[in-house]
Structure formats: C-alpha cells, structure tokens
T-cell receptor, first 113, second 110 residues
C-alpha cells in the first residue's frame, strides 16, 4: 500500500472555529510532513516529523498546531485562522527525512471565512 | 525558501511532441527529484536522481543532472493529453527537507 490518505477533502471554517486535519500512511515511513500550497505556487513546508518527533517547524504561526500520535498518523490542529490561511494543505511521508522520495496525499482544500 | 527555479514557467505543445523542462539550483545537493501535480491534487513523485548520477530514465521520462552547472532537465517524450500538469523540481540537501522550485505548467493539446 503506497497511499497517503487525508481527511477531510474539503473544509470550510470560520475564524473562531477549531478543526483538525488528519493524515495517515501505512508504509512504515518514519518521516511525515505538512505543506501549505496556494494557487499556482509550489508547496511550502510547514512541519517535519522524524521518528514521531517534531524536527522542523518553518516558523509557522501558533494557530497551526501539529501532532503525531503514532508512526502512522499525523494531525494538524487549526484554531483562530485567518482568511489568508485558505489553501490546499498537503501531507506527505518518506522512509526517512532525507534521501528518499516523498509520497503525497490528495490534500485538504481549506477555506477560512 | 526556494532553491530550484524551473524554466519555462509555462509550456504548450501538441500531443506526440517532446516536452523539456529545466531546473537550476544554487547549493550542493544529495539528490534532485521531479514531481507532477494535476490541478488541485497531491503531488506524484516521478524520478529521483542522486548527485553522483548524470542521467536516469523511467518510461517516457528522461532526467539529466549536471552538478557543475547546478542544473537538471526533465524530458517527456511523445507527450499525451494526460501529461497536462504542473511539474516541480525539488532539491534534497543534507540536514534539510525538500525545497521545491516554482514549477512549470505543461499543457498538451490533442
């Protein structure tokens, strides 16, 4: 199974809401990633988890809070978002953090109203 | 931060023609990867070429890497309408995560 799944596919939330994005992989990968992608732009790295520990946080605002409950799951908790946070949020995984290809999920299209 | 810069930004060709995209980068790398993204979907890994390799093939794809010029090219031969997508190069440096370039948008018309 070389699939990374993400739920939900679409999410609309108000600026005062709290919601979570979920990502799952069953490939035994030990590195997992969150990216944010705006239209017609490349993915921007947000967080990297290596062996279930947060290893890279690319100066992401605290209204985004990642969590890695186990080696297969990655969550992104959202709170008090701004309209400019509307984007496609992509999850990816790889065998280890460097030197290997990444497998991406289909993404969650987030709209903040 | 972005390291890879793709060229051209957009490319329109007819089915059956070849498509060539170029990527330039700035620092030493462990490997360079190419990804495809269909509109609004996740990225799909196409090919990984390591810094000690010069050329790699996968089906209709051919990737070259010139570390002296810090550049790579992706050639898609005999293009099909289904190849219409955005293509990104991504560089893998020691101790950091992948850094994606701005991408090339390929349009293949039948």
């Amino acid at each position: 199974d070389t699939e990374v799944t993400q739920t939900p596919k679409h999410l609309v939330m108000g600026m005062t809401n709290k919601k979570s994005l979920k990502c799952e992989q069953h490939m035994g990968h030990r590195a997992m990633y969150w990216y944010k992608q705006k239209a017609k732009k490349p993915p921007e790295l947000m967080f990297v988890y290596s062996y279930e520990k947060l290893s890279i946080n690319e100066s992401v605002p605290s209204r985004f809070s990642p969590e890695c409950p186990n080696s297969s799951l990655l969550n992104l908790h959202l709170h008090a978002l701004q309209p400019e946070d509307s984007a496609l949020y992509l999850c990816a995984s790889s065998q280890v953090p460097s030197g290997y290809e990444q497998y991406f999920g289909p993404g969650t299209r987030l709209t903040v109203t | 931060s972005q390291q890879g810069e793709e060229d051209p930004q957009a490319l329109s060709i007819q089915e059956g023609e070849n498509a060539t995209m170029n990527c330039s980068y700035k620092t030493s790398i462990n490997n360079l990867q190419w990804y495809r993204q269909n509109s609004g979907r996740g990225l799909v890994h196409l090919i990984l070429i390591r810094s000690n390799e010069r050329e790699k093939h996968s089906g209709r794809l051919r990737v070259t890497l010139d570390t002296s010029k810090k550049s790579s090219s992706l050639l898609i031969t005999a293009s099909r309408a289904a190849d219409t997508a955005s293509y990104f190069c991504a560089t893998d440096e020691e101790g950091t995560a992948l850094i994606f370039g701005k991408g090339t948008t390929l349009s293949v018309s039948s």
